[in-house]
């Protein structure tokens, strides 16, 4: 099943309830939640008051992702305020295992991001115990940047790694998500895309969200199973 998570990065913040709604209509399934601090990322973004003023708002699960450093800290402010996820950057955890721990313990599903120059196998050890991992397809810190290729043999490893054992942790690609993007990133197994600038430019959220996940539909690998159903689905007639 896909998801797309939409980044209110990208919304427009005078209007963000109705931003929301419409990239929900349009067939969003995840509130994705750019969480910087100025410090590991150069600019700043949310805290844990957004977070806060956005769950009476929507029904869909608020996706955060904290690149910011010292993310322990921080881990239980924003499960309080009312966050389904909450991932952390590989790069700035001292102790990657302890952090997730700490996710878990707040009941909240737990991520780790790696940046563009982080290997995939930093993350072997602890795959097991995540609901989810975010590849980052442009180094983070700004919305709108354009798509690195070097994450979809990152994206296509992690499937591997993920059917060699045995797991079933999500595969999440966020940066440069686009309309001339997103059907790559899919075939290559990403699960969750993160979508911000394609979604809310223009000021057509529904319609944006619409095309693009009609795009990456349409990139899904078919199974055997719809693959033989296709196969026999008898023609139409022609009387």
Known sequence: MLDLCFSILAADFTHLADEVAAATRGGGTMVHVDIMDGHFVPNITFGPPVVKALRPITKLPLDCHLMIEDPDAYIPAFAAAGADMISVQQEACRHLHRTLQHIIEQKV??????NPATPVDTLVEILPMVHHVLVMSVNPGFGGQQFLPLALEKIAYLAALRKEMGLNFRIEVDGGVDNDTV??????????????????SGGNAEKNARELLRRAHAAEPKT????????TKPKASRK
């Open 109 to 114: 599903l737990p991520g780790v991001v790696i």
């Open 183 to 200: 059907a790559a990133v899919v075939k290559a197994g990403a699960d969750m895309l993160v979508a911000g600038s394609a979604v809310f």
């Open 224 to 231: 055997a199973s719809t693959a033989k159903k296709t196969a």
